[in-house]
């Protein structure tokens, strides 16, 4: 049945949503644009976010914001790690480099198997009670998750606009034989790139798990659907990433919330299959 408050209810959940698909769309784009390899351990490092998150909230009861912040950076660590040991031998190889990111996130899925089983894992609320938005009521850590992934993508936006090295890794990213002649040194940002890749995969991977439970495939669902706002958005543009994003968050909560699920699922990839036909380049993005 529809009714105004259900639709409002949705629409604010589908942004919530869609800022986080955004956050894992961006770290996509970064490490695709920077290495030109299709990461396929992306849905691994959420899932690793995810579990950090879990066991901080858990087990050590630390506040959420510091669990999100430390996640971010150990993520980061860890990824930045992963490309200087494994993919800088890989650099300029393509398909060594997608082969090594499925091992990759194969062996961080099995480690996660053994540690903590495959029964789905429920991180304790961040905050209780409810919001009310008009006629809509949502849940406290909901909106709090979108909140928070909005002023990451404001605080990325600042980084990549607006500071040396932001600026020098979106060069490298759009054109990384330009960024060369202009005196950039490409190799120093393969690590900081991947690293940040990782790092906003895990952060989103963390922002979800409270509303969502938390188990070793949890990241193949959300992995998806980031892989569809890039292409949707136009392979490389963030700002068409931002919009399909929005577009797929909407969409998923409307139809999920006035459809049965596999309905909806139908009708979401109809939609992304019409969109390329009629736009193969995406949203944004440009034509080869």
Known sequence: MFSETIVIQAIVNGIVIGSLYLLMAIGFTVVFGLMRIVNFSHAEFYMLGAFICFVGIAYFRLPFILVVLATFLIALAFGSLVELSILKRMRGDELSGMIATIGIGMILQSVAL???????????????????????????????AGVFSIGVLVTMYFFFHHTRHGRALRAVVQDREAAQIQGINVSVYYPIGFGLGVGLASLAGALMAPIFSVYPTVGFGPMVKSFIVVIVGGLGSIPGAAIAAMILGISESLSGTFLKSSYAEMFLFLFVIGLLVLRPQGLLGEKS
């Open 114 to 144: 053994i540690i903590f089983g495959p029964d789905p894992l429920a991180v304790p609320s961040i905050a209780k009670g409810i919001i009310r938005i008009g006629g809509a009521v949502l849940p406290k850590a909901r909106i709090y």
